[in-house]
């Protein structure tokens, strides 16, 4: 099992330039998430997909959209991109079934992205 | 508002000693806690966790305090290796479709040889 997997790695882009960090997870997860991470900060949930064909707004949607292209993947789109959206994306998923309140995450391992 | 907060940037602790990483919070309806672990160029990485109804979870040298009276948990790691060393983040859930969770900006653990 790879678990939860991002791509790309790293990425440098231009002001207006647009693109998706893609995510994908082997663990049959129902739930999935994009979060941001920026120095000094704790991560900030940008977007979420409770369950198959449903996404929601995080913490942090402005600028974003999101894309739960089946139960395994859930992309990331920057349409735009400025330089506030240099980051550190992660994507994570969870079982989110049962009882509430015990649904742990599982991360990836991230995208770097600078916005020059 | 930060509604789950990590005052403490960074601890260095002997190798050996017990490391003691402390989160509060304010939201009242939060009713899951988790402590991850975070190293350079990784993905948080899930280390224990701890639901309201109880105010005790160990996992090995691991140990996680949940006090609701004060809305404060903390994190015990006993004994402290070097391998430690990483970021933790303190994160809470409460009710919501998706169990989102809210976390801590991090404390850096630095464990000395």
């Known amino acids: 099992n790879a678990g939860v997997t991002q791509t790309p790695k790293f990425q440098v882009l231009k002001t207006g330039q647009s693109m998706t960090l893609q995510c994908a997870q082997d663990m049959n997860h129902n739930s999935m998430y994009w979060y941001r991470q920026d120095p000094g900060m704790g991560l900030r949930l940008i977007y979420y997909?409770?369950?198959?064909?449903?996404?929601d707004k995080g913490e942090v949607p402005n600028g974003y959209n999101v894309s739960r292209l089946n139960k395994r993947e859930f992309s990331l789109r920057l349409e735009s991109a400025a330089p506030s959206q240099t980051s550190v994306y992660f994507c994570?998923?969870?079982?989110?079934?049962?009882?509430?309140?015990?649904?742990?995450?599982?991360f990836g391992p991230g995208t770097r992205l600078t916005v020059l | 508002d930060q509604q789950v907060k990590q005052n403490s940037p960074s601890l260095s602790v002997q190798e050996g000693r017990i490391s003691i990483l402390n989160c509060d919070y304010t939201n009242s309806m939060f009713d899951y806690f988790l402590w991850y672990k975070k190293y350079p160029a990784e993905g948080p990485t899930f280390l224990i966790s701890i639901s309201s109804i109880k105010d005790k979870n160990e996992d090995g040298r691991f140990t996680v305090f949940l006090n609701k009276s004060a809305k404060h948990l903390s994190l015990h790691i006993v004994p402290s290796q070097p391998g430690d060393s990483a970021v933790y983040f303190c994160a809470a859930s409460g009710t919501g479709s998706a169990r989102q969770l809210t976390f801590g900006s991090g404390t850096q653990l630095t464990v000395l040889p």
């Open positions: 997909s409770a369950s198959e064909g449903t996404t």
């Open positions: 994570a998923s969870s079982e989110a079934r049962g009882s509430r309140g015990t649904d742990t995450q599982y």
